[in-house]
């Protein structure tokens, strides 16, 4: 390297070097000064501690002096321990309901309320009460046939269960098969040994009919001639049955009561079908453990 680039190269490291060795290493800032608790300004003053907080911190809401750390009934609501509990028992009755009320809609549920009519022919005669039968109109529930009906002949039963038959005081033959359900005399039965609960009687109507009505005599109702004995009062006497027509169902429900042999017909929605099943969910028992009934009725809407 020629002397002169040498000679000019050394005197600029001098220079860089002098200029780091003379400044200052490190920047220190003022001490601040700091206001005391008396207002003077000192070198040392005593910080006061921030108060202790009393509540939940909240954002974004302005509160007044006194109700700062004041929880919402909701707040104190939601963080309640017995919160939770409440809500899902809340939500759980809201479900029951709401099944309750569509199993409803969807079953076509009648009750049984019942409203008295006078006599009516409904029977052949030669039968009990001279050819005549008491009817009990029940009460129809919700979207029940409003309109004419006409009693149904032709109506073929079929059951699972058939008393023996046996002999009246008379010495006379009894039999109770199930064609005493639709042959239009209450004197006959259809009768079955014990309560009968869950026993199906399935009625053939022969061809596809509008149903608006349908009814029994939930009891063997004869007085025997001989001897004078209740057979209605002495068998069981169904209070419960659920009629099923088409692709709905309707429970009926009777009262049981061993003075009443009247013809039990209750309205039902309009269906039209060529199939009728009645089961057995309830009876109320007699002296004798043996269930009857001794006529079913179905009545055609319009």
């Known amino acids: 390297m020629p002397e002169e680039f040498?000679?000019?190269y050394r005197a600029a490291y001098e220079r860089a070097l002098a200029a780091q060795t003379d400044a200052p290493?490190?920047?220190e800032d003022p001490e601040p000064e700091v206001e005391g608790v008396d207002g003077e300004v000192g070198d040392e003053a005593v910080e006061e501690p921030l108060p202790e907080r009393r509540g939940p911190?909240?954002?974004g809401t302005h509160r007044t002096e006194d109700d700062e750390y004041a929880p919402t009934w909701f707040e104190r609501v939601r963080d309640s321990s017995w919160f939770v509990p409440l809500l899902l028992a809340l939500l759980a009755m809201l479900l029951i309901l709401g099944a309750y009320a569509l199993g409803r809609s969807f079953a076509g549920q009648v009750q049984g309320d019942t409203e008295t009519a006078g006599?009516?022919?409904?029977i052949k005669p030669g039968g009990a009460d001279g050819g005549k039968q008491r009817v009990t109109n029940q009460k129809?529930?919700?979207?029940?046939?409003?309109?004419?009906v006409e009693r149904l002949g032709d109506v073929r039963a079929k059951v699972g269960c058939t008393s023996k038959p046996s002999v009246d005081s008379g010495g006379n033959e009894v039999t109770y098969d199930a064609g005493n359900l639709t042959d239009?005399?209450?004197d006959t039965t259809w009768r079955c040994e014990g309560t009968a609960v869950g026993e199906r009687i399935k009625l053939t109507l022969g061809e596809e009919l509008p149903i608006g009505e349908v009814g029994l005599i939930p009891g063997y109702a004869k007085t025997d001639d001989v001897s004078k004995e209740d057979r209605f009062a002495?068998?069981?006497?169904?209070?419960?049955v659920r009629w099923t027509i088409g692709d709905i169902g309707v429970v009926q429900r009777m009262s049981g009561a061993a003075d009443d042999r009247s013809l039990q017909l209750i309205r039902v929605p309009r269906t039209t079908t060529d199939k009728v099943e009645l089961e057995i969910l309830a009876v109320k028992k007699g002296p004798r453990n043996t269930t009857?009934?001794?006529?079913?009725?179905?009545?055609?809407?319009g």
């Open 6 to 8: 040498a000679a000019a």
């Open 57 to 59: 911190l909240i954002v």
């Open 140 to 148: 129809p529930g919700k979207g029940a046939w409003d309109g004419k």
């Open 234 to 240: 002495e068998n069981n006497r169904v209070t419960r």
């Open 292 to 301: 009857a009934i001794s006529e079913i009725q179905l009545g055609r809407a």
């Open 119 to 122: 006599p009516s022919v409904v």
């Open 25 to 27: 290493q490190h920047r």
């Open 184 to 186: 239009e005399a209450d």
